[in-house]
C-alpha cells in the first residue's frame, strides 16, 4: 500500500465520502416511503468501515472494528464490483460517471487491500 500516489489516496477518499453521502440519502428516501433498508445499511456500514481502513493505513487514525467487521466489509465491497463493473462497460469514454466509476473500483481495491493486509499481520 506504500506505493499509491496522494492522488490517489486523495481520491480515494473523496470516492468514498461521496458514495456514503449518496447512499445516507437513498436510506433517508427509502426510509421515508417505508422500503426495506437492511441492504443499503448493510452497504453503508462496509463503506464507513472501508472508509476508516484508508484513513487508518494512510494516515495513522485508529479504528475500533473487529475481524468479523472487516471480513463482511470485504465480502460486501468484493460484492459490489460486477454492479459497478457492469455499469462501467455500458459508460462512454471520457464521460464524467466513467471517471467516477474508475475512482470507485480503485477505492474499494485499495480498501480490500487495506483489509487484507490488516488481517494477514
Not at 6 to 14: A, G, M, N, Q, T
Not at 82 to 104: D, F, M, N, V, W
Not at 113 to 118: E, G, K, M, P, T
Request: hydrophobic share 35%; aromatic share 4%.
Amino acid at each position: 500500500m506504500e506505493n499509491v500516489s496522494s492522488v490517489d489516496k486523495l481520491e480515494s477518499i473523496k470516492s468514498f465520502q461521496s458514495t456514503i453521502r449518496k447512499s445516507e440519502k437513498a436510506l433517508a428516501q427509502m426510509t421515508e416511503k417505508g422500503a426495506n433498508t437492511t441492504l443499503l445499511i448493510k452497504r453503508l456500514k462496509a463503506l464507513h468501515i472501508g472508509l476508516t481502513m484508508l484513513e487508518n493505513i494512510w494516515n495513522q487514525r485508529p479504528h475500533h472494528y473487529t475481524e468479523e467487521d472487516l471480513a463482511e466489509t470485504h465480502n460486501v465491497l468484493t460484492g459490489l464490483f460486477p454492479s459497478i463493473e457492469s455499469t462501467y462497460a455500458k459508460s462512454k469514454a471520457g464521460s464524467p460517471q466513467r471517471t467516477l466509476l474508475e475512482r470507485r473500483i480503485k477505492a474499494f481495491e485499495l480498501a480490500i487491500q487495506a483489509i487484507d493486509d490488516l488481517s494477514n499481520e
